[in-house]
């Protein structure tokens, strides 16, 4: 059973442009959103994360952007780099001892020079 | 860039073979989670180790075990392969705590044939 459904599968974003991508969670346990970037051939990279206490949270280019009250959560990518060129995950994770992460299906965005 | 890391890179193995995989956390990190991650798909939490105690499993069979030593270290084993768990596996180290956080290694990718 997925809990946390992740939308585009793909993305191609100009230079310059805003990538957006969404995520929607079921299991109302969760209290902690991470989103992940990863590049081929390396384990998921931590990129910024957010509690369900506060409504948007913003490092540099990066913004999480969360409505409780809908169970959905989006990364905004400001100012798109080729850098940027990457699969993203969304993540969510209950309270509790274990607190495992359940992750979404990943979104391949390419940003184009 | 993250202190963990894992061993060897990559494997390859033929069906009904067991493996050891080995990971080593950051210092100061009493949480590690193991992780599968299938070709373009999100990771999936196989268990978390606390204090070399296993607290968390996900819906993985009996064959996936592993261990947590008292130096950072831990092990994930896979008995009796089969030809499915071929995938990328992933260590993530934290801290347990209120801002827990969970870094990932660079994996070790497992062929079974």
């Known amino acids: 059973q997925q809990q946390v459904k992740q939308s585009p599968q793909s993305l191609i974003v100009q230079k310059g442009g805003i990538s957006i991508i969404n995520c929607a969670y079921e299991n109302t346990a969760f209290d902690y959103f991470p989103w992940y970037q990863q590049f081929p051939g390396k384990g998921p990279a931590l990129l910024i994360a957010i509690r369900p206490d506060v409504s948007e949270k913003k490092e540099g280019r990066f913004t999480i952007s969360f409505n409780k009250s809908a169970k959905q959560f989006s990364l905004h990518i400001m100012d798109s780099q080729p850098g940027d060129s990457a699969t993203y995950f969304c993540?969510?994770?209950?309270?509790?001892?274990?607190?495992?992460?359940?992750f979404g299906s990943g979104t391949q965005l390419t940003v184009l020079p | 860039e993250t202190g963990v890391t894992q061993s060897p890179t990559h494997l390859i193995k033929t069906r009904g073979q067991q493996v050891t995989l080995r990971c080593s956390s950051q210092?100061?990190?009493?949480?590690v989670s193991w992780y599968q991650q299938a070709l373009g798909q999100g990771p999936q939490f196989i268990f978390q180790?606390?204090?070399?105690?296993?607290?968390g499993r996900g819906n993985f069979p009996p064959r996936f075990s592993g261990l947590q030593f008292p130096n950072y270290s831990s092990e994930l084993n896979v008995n009796a392969l089969e030809l499915d768990d071929s995938a990328l596996y992933l260590c993530?180290?934290?801290?347990?705590?209120?801002?827990?956080?969970?870094?990932f290694g660079p994996g070790t990718r497992l062929t079974v044939t």
């Open positions: 993540a969510a994770r209950p309270s509790g001892s274990a607190r495992q992460l359940t």
């Open positions: 993530a180290s934290g801290q347990q705590g209120p801002t827990y956080e969970q870094y």
């Open positions: 210092s100061g990190h009493n949480t």
């Open positions: 180790y606390y204090r070399e105690e296993e607290n």
